[in-house]
């Protein structure tokens, strides 16, 4: 029986071995997904037992997308700096990126084009660089970006020289925000933007998924922007670390989003 992980800290709440226990039943293949809360100095062992056929594949998520890299016999993701999924190539243990995609799917999913598009990004953490990164491909005319604490702001600026970085309560004029941090996973929280400040029309866009509905995309539902959580990005990220494992690659239909809803 194969075996697959998913590595991070918290990582209860991870719907990965749901949707990829899914496929593996879907299409045959006998091998389990399951997830482990790990602490970093467990990462090590962790690829090792991928070295020796004990495990086949990983996803990495929270806080270790960056931190894994150097156990890696190879990185896919010299940009982003940020590996969610490792995989195996002529015994050769390699990580590569599958949120980019993910990101890039989940709005050509709603036909949302970024093209020429002022783009707000809140946040500095693991997933920032791989939004950054497709937005960037997708020919976004100016990427803002905020941050708590302006440091991680000023690292992702030394991967992306094009970032124009935004004291974090300040807002400028934008068509769609995004919010990369994790303040929206409990219920209570609250993003310190001023809504009176934004004119009508834009879009907002949380890359958490559970809840549904954070406060940052209610509110802005109220005022009547478009709004979108990260439900389908993660669906197609997972979609893609799938094919990097199998070779299949399953499709995102109903019954996927029956899954992942059904909390
Ligand atoms: P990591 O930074 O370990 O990759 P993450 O969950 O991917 O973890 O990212 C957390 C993001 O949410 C960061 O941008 C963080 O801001 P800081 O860099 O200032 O820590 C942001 N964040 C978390 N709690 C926050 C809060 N209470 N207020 C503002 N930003 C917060």
Do not use: C
């Given at each position: 029986m194969k075996r697959y992980l998913v590595i991070g800290n918290p990582i209860e709440h991870s719907l990965s071995p749901r949707l990829h226990n899914y496929w593996f039943k879907e299409n045959n293949i006998e091998a389990v997904y399951e997830k482990k809360q790990v602490k970093e100095t467990e990462i090590k062992e962790i690829i090792s037992e991928m070295k020796n056929g004990k495990i086949e594949g990983i996803n990495v998520t929270v806080p270790f997308k960056k931190s894994v890299?150097?156990?890696?016999?190879?990185?896919?993701?010299?940009?982003?700096?940020?590996?969610?999924t490792v995989y195996k190539k002529k015994n050769r243990i390699i990580g590569t990126n599958t949120d980019i995609l993910g990101f890039k799917y989940a709005l050509q999913h709603i036909k949302y084009s970024v093209k020429e598009k002022k783009i707000f990004i809140l946040g500095a953490g693991g997933v920032t660089s791989s939004i950054i990164f497709a937005l960037e491909q997708m020919q976004a005319s100016n990427i803002m970006l905020s941050n708590r604490t302006k440091e991680k702001a000023e690292n992702l600026k030394k991967l992306f020289p094009k970032l124009e970085l935004i004291k974090w309560g300040d807002i400028k004029n934008f068509d769609m925000i995004i919010n990369t941090t994790?303040?929206?996973?409990?219920?209570s929280d609250k993003i310190p933007?001023?809504?009176?400040y934004i004119g009508p029309g834009k879009f907002f866009y949380d890359v958490i998924y559970n809840p549904k509905k954070t406060n940052f995309l209610s509110e802005a539902e109220k005022l009547g922007h478009q709004i979108e959580n990260g439900q389908m990005m993660f669906a197609y990220q997972a979609q893609k670390a799938f094919e990097m494992w199998t070779g299949l690659l399953p499709p995102v239909n109903k019954k996927v989003i029956e899954l992942l809803d059904n909390d």
């Amino acid at each position: 029986m194969k075996r697959y992980l998913v590595i991070g800290n918290p990582i209860e709440h991870s719907l990965s071995p749901r949707l990829h226990n899914y496929w593996f039943k879907e299409n045959n293949i006998e091998a389990v997904y399951e997830k482990k809360q790990v602490k970093e100095t467990e990462i090590k062992e962790i690829i090792s037992e991928m070295k020796n056929g004990k495990i086949e594949g990983i996803n990495v998520t929270v806080p270790f997308k960056k931190s894994v890299i150097p156990f890696l016999d190879e990185s896919e993701s010299r940009t982003t700096q940020s590996v969610n999924t490792v995989y195996k190539k002529k015994n050769r243990i390699i990580g590569t990126n599958t949120d980019i995609l993910g990101f890039k799917y989940a709005l050509q999913h709603i036909k949302y084009s970024v093209k020429e598009k002022k783009i707000f990004i809140l946040g500095a953490g693991g997933v920032t660089s791989s939004i950054i990164f497709a937005l960037e491909q997708m020919q976004a005319s100016n990427i803002m970006l905020s941050n708590r604490t302006k440091e991680k702001a000023e690292n992702l600026k030394k991967l992306f020289p094009k970032l124009e970085l935004i004291k974090w309560g300040d807002i400028k004029n934008f068509d769609m925000i995004i919010n990369t941090t994790s303040l929206g996973l409990k219920e209570s929280d609250k993003i310190p933007i001023n809504y009176d400040y934004i004119g009508p029309g834009k879009f907002f866009y949380d890359v958490i998924y559970n809840p549904k509905k954070t406060n940052f995309l209610s509110e802005a539902e109220k005022l009547g922007h478009q709004i979108e959580n990260g439900q389908m990005m993660f669906a197609y990220q997972a979609q893609k670390a799938f094919e990097m494992w199998t070779g299949l690659l399953p499709p995102v239909n109903k019954k996927v989003i029956e899954l992942l809803d059904n909390d």
